[in-house]
């Protein structure tokens, strides 16, 4: 579950617009539109360029958010991962 | 073909070519006040045409065609060439333009700004337009607005004015009879007849106006006001929109600037007069 690691989109692959309680995003490659919610935007923020893991993601949102980086976080992490490559968004590594 | 007209509507140059004289005839009265430009080529073709040769005398039926088809399209009886001419000439705009983001709703202006109005066939923002429009508006359209995609201005298409059912007898006592076109009973959406807009409106079309306000209007119940954030705007928006997706990264822009830029309500009203009050209520509080 939790170790499954992913990358992110090409720095220049996705606009992300946040709008009020939803964010739009545009994917240029797919060019098709996603509209999510929290906590994807941030945990898109989160990944770096770097391969990371749902363990890793949740301790650096940990770090900035009111967030418990054991418990659930990492397999709610996961989950969300798991759909953004599902939408790719992002991919698996 | 046998019979055209050149008509503009707003940016859109349209030719329509027909096997019978009397949809062109019928066009051209209704279009007589527009701007003509006979050397320009034409953005959008429409072609009403008999399905076999004979089909022009016997038991005529109108045929719509174009540069874009849809080919489940059922063909109307010549009485109607009419409804046909128009449904051919919007569709060739939903489907086939791509200057501008088109947005499947009413607009009026006023002081150089815009009330837009989105929503389903029947929710009204016909009837509201061409209300608005008849007052100290302009009527920009009916049934489409184009946004430009890189200024953020809506720009307007003001085709005659589709009245449907009861709004014609509510038009039809406010406004001269020789703005109205022939009575067309009985059709697929029920009756309907044509309004000329104003000719300041026809006059005024190629002025593109900022967007001040965006509505959703819904005819039926209490009267109600639904601010409406942005995210949701923005949803209802990409399904209003007919060419959206064709328009790839320059359409998000548009519609992610329009959202964010442009107050967004959902409206509950029970009765034109009820609907016309909630339009300049928020129309007050959005250019304060």
């Known amino acids: 579950m939790g170790d499954r690691h992913y990358v992110a989109a090409p720095a220049d692959a996705l606009r ?8 739009a995003i545009f994917d ?5 539109t996603h509209l999510v919610v929290s906590p994807i935007p941030e945990i898109l923020e989160a990944m770096g360029p770097e391969v990371c893991d749902a363990r890793a993601l949740a301790q650096r949102l940990a770090a900035r958010f009111d967030l418990e980086a054991e418990g659930d976080a990492p397999a709610i992490v996961a989950d969300r991962l798991a759909e953004l490559a599902a939408m790719g968004l992002v991919a698996e590594a | 073909m046998r019979y055209a007209a050149r008509i503009a509507v707003g940016p859109v140059q349209f030719r329509i070519g027909s096997d019978w004289p009397e949809p062109v005839a019928a066009l051209e009265s209704l279009y007589a006040g527009y701007p003509k430009d006979p050397e320009r080529t034409a953005d959008a073709t429409v072609r009403l045409f008999a399905a076999r040769p004979w089909r022009r005398w016997l038991r005529p039926s109108v045929h719509i065609g174009g540069d874009f088809v849809v080919p489940d ?6 009485s109607m060439g009419l409804l046909a001419a128009e449904m051919g000439m919007n569709l060739q705009v939903a489907l086939g333009w791509r200057r501008h983001m088109l947005l499947h709703a009413s607009a009026v202006a006023r002081d150089g700004r815009a009330v837009v109005m989105s929503g389903e066939s029947g929710s009204g923002k ?4 061409a209300l608005l429009g008849e007052g100290d508006w302009r009527l920009m359209g009916d049934e489409f607005t184009l946004i430009d995609p890189v200024a953020g201005d809506a720009l307007a298409f003001p ?14 006592g406010r ?3 020789a703005r109205l076109g022939p009575l067309l009973a009985g059709t697929p959406k029920g009756d309907i007849r044509h309004l000329i807009p104003r000719a300041d409106a026809i006059a005024a079309m190629h002025q ?13 119940g209490e009267p109600a006001i639904e601010p409406m954030g942005e995210g949701e705007a923005f949803v209802r928006l990409t399904e209003a929109s007919t060419n959206y997706i064709a328009l790839g990264e320059a359409g998000f822009a548009a519609l992610t600037r ?5 107050p967004a309500f959902g409206i509950a009203y029970p009765d034109s007069a009820s609907g016309i009050a909630l339009v300049e209520q928020l129309w007050a509080e959005a250019v304060r």
Not at chain 1, 16 to 23: F, K
Not at chain 2, 164 to 172: G, L, R, T, V, Y
Not at chain 2, 258 to 262: D, I, K, W
Request: positive net charge; proline residues 10%; glycine residues 4%.
């Open chain 1, 16 to 23: 992300i617009e946040p709008l009020g309680e939803l964010t």
């Open chain 1, 28 to 32: 240029r490659r797919s060019m098709q």
């Open chain 2, 73 to 78: 399209a059922l063909p109307l009886p010549l």
């Open chain 2, 126 to 129: 016909s009837t509201l337009a």
């Open chain 2, 159 to 172: 085709r005659a004015i589709s009245l449907k059912n009861e709004a014609i007898a509510e038009m039809a």
């Open chain 2, 175 to 177: 406004v001269d009879a």
């Open chain 2, 208 to 220: 593109p106006v900022r967007p001040a306000l965006i509505l959703f209007p819904r005819f039926g």
């Open chain 2, 258 to 262: 329009l959202v964010r830029t442009t």
